[in-house]
């Protein structure tokens, strides 16, 4: 089945600064690549997704990057804020494989 | 707007016991799926299903079979619960196989 390689695992930052977080995958036949948000005892939810005949996404702070050829993708954050303190999850298509989670913590 | 609902939030159950986990959409999705989440291992993938009466394994099914005999609703059931099986348990739904997954609150089961 796909492998799906998510960094980091946590990721300390302070309000206003920039947070990013990267997955690869390593199936090629992949073509959708969407982040999820959990927040703490919440369902996950999509925040941004992307399919493969883009390279990048933007959604007011948040935006994602695709390298097909390098088979990653990245979240990123700007502008942090306490609110965006969560555990996100990104996933690899082919095979419904999600990466192992980032717990974000931003500090006031 | 989409909702998935799960029947229990929280189970306790004892070791050997037959469970039964329901998940019910609400928007005439085709895909449904089986999520087990635990701390550091993020979600898995249990089993999933495209269609009626159709389920196909995940990346951990062992332990776990599932049930779809209506479009709304994706039973998971654990023929005799072993304690390794107490986690954290997601149903989703989406409405085309590279779409957007709605989850359910999950249902915590703890197995004694």
């Known amino acids: 089945g796909e492998n799906v390689e998510q960094h980091p695992s946590t990721l300390s930052v302070q309000e206003g600064d920039s947070a990013v977080i990267k997955c690869t995958y390593s199936?090629?036949?992949?073509?959708?690549f969407p982040w999820y948000k959990q927040e703490l005892g919440k369902r996950p939810q999509l925040i941004i997704d992307?399919?493969?005949?883009?390279g990048e996404k933007k959604d007011q702070r948040i935006a994602v990057t695709l390298n097909k050829t390098a088979k990653h993708f990245s979240l990123h954050i700007t502008e942090t804020q306490p609110e965006d303190s969560a555990v996100y999850f990104c996933?690899?298509?082919?095979?419904?494989?999600f990466g192992k989670g980032t717990m974000l913590l931003v500090s006031p | 707007d989409v909702k998935v609902t799960q029947s229990s939030r929280y189970l306790v159950k004892r070791t050997g016991e037959k469970v039964f986990l329901e998940c019910v959409q609400d928007?005439?999705?085709?895909?449904m799926f089986w999520y087990r989440q635990d701390p550091g291992l993020g979600l898995r993938l249990i089993y999933f299903?495209?269609?009626?009466?159709?389920?196909e394994k995940g990346d951990i099914p062992e332990g776990y079979s599932v049930s779809r005999e209506k479009k709304e609703r994706f039973s998971l059931i654990l023929e005799s619960a072993s304690t390794n099986q107490t986690s954290m348990y997601l149903c989703?739904?989406?409405?085309?196989?590279?779409?957007?997954?709605?989850f359910g609150e999950g249902s915590r089961l703890t197995v004694l």
């Open positions: 928007m005439d999705h085709e895909n």
């Open positions: 996933a690899g298509y082919s095979t419904l494989t």
């Open positions: 992307i399919r493969s005949n883009v």
């Open positions: 199936d090629s036949a992949s073509n959708y």
């Open positions: 299903s495209y269609d009626v009466k159709m389920k």
């Open positions: 989703a739904s989406s409405f085309t196989n590279t779409g957007e997954l709605f």
